[in-house]
């Protein structure tokens, strides 16, 4: 089955500054990548995803790159804000948007 | 987004007890309904994949009889753990879909077992 495996498990970054998660998956026929915020005791949200067609997608300070033949997908978040503090999962799927496989998750602390 | 109600959203349980956790779409009608439990600082493992009106698929490791999932409806599937011992203790959340769309996640259920 699919394997996703994302770094790094804890991220502190001064707010303003970029923070980076990054992520690789195993399945070469998955071609759907979500990525899900999760505030304390909050259900997961998704936050942005990107397709196996496209190489890069950005919404406002939220960006993702895909490297298909690397098979590794990264979260870019610019001008981070303390609200921007939360556990972050990137996942991949085969089945468009149905069963996923999640990775471990990186807790993002953004200090005021 | 589509909305997913999940409860409860707390429940404490003796050990031995059956707990029972719903799941319901409120404004779509979800074929597909998917159960996770996340333990705490630990990521989202699937549980089972159930189709409305099919017996639901389960995940290598985890005990069908155990963990009792019905989808006898369209807006509605449950859990239920059955002779829940402290080691199920966990966040158990549910996430609602279609074949052609974003499946959406309740608000997740904490589950203590004492």
């Known amino acids: 089955g699919e394997n996703v495996e994302q770094h790094p498990s804890t991220l502190s970054v001064q707010e303003g500054d970029s923070a980076v998660i990054k992520c690789t998956y195993s399945d070469s026929a998955s071609n759907y990548f979500p990525w899900y915020k999760q505030e304390l005791g909050k259900r997961p949200q998704l936050i942005i995803d990107?397709?196996?067609?496209?190489g890069e997608k950005k919404d406002q300070r939220i960006a993702v790159t895909l490297n298909k033949t690397a098979k590794h997908f990264s979260l870019h978040i610019t001008e981070t804000q303390p609200e921007d503090s939360a556990v972050y999962f990137c996942?991949?799927?085969?089945?468009?948007?149905?069963?996923?496989?999640f990775g471990i998750g990186t807790k993002l602390q953004v200090i005021p | 987004g589509a909305v997913v109600s999940q409860h409860p959203s707390r429940v404490i349980c003796k050990s031995g007890t059956s707990v029972k956790i719903e799941c319901r779409s409120l404004d779509f009608q979800a074929t597909t309904m998917f159960w996770y439990r996340q333990f705490p600082k630990q990521s989202l493992m699937l549980m089972a994949t159930s189709n409305e009106g099919s017996k639901a698929t389960y995940e290598q490791g985890v005990e069908k009889d155990k963990f009792l999932i019905n989808h006898a409806s369209l807006t509605l599937s449950t859990l239920t753990v059955t002779s829940a011992h402290p080691e199920d203790s966990s966040f158990y959340i549910c996430r609602a879909g279609t074949a052609n769309t974003e499946a959406f996640f309740g608000q997740g259920t904490r589950l203590t077992v004492v």
């Open positions: 996942a991949a799927s085969q089945g468009g948007y149905q069963k996923v496989t």
């Open positions: 990107i397709r196996s067609n496209v």
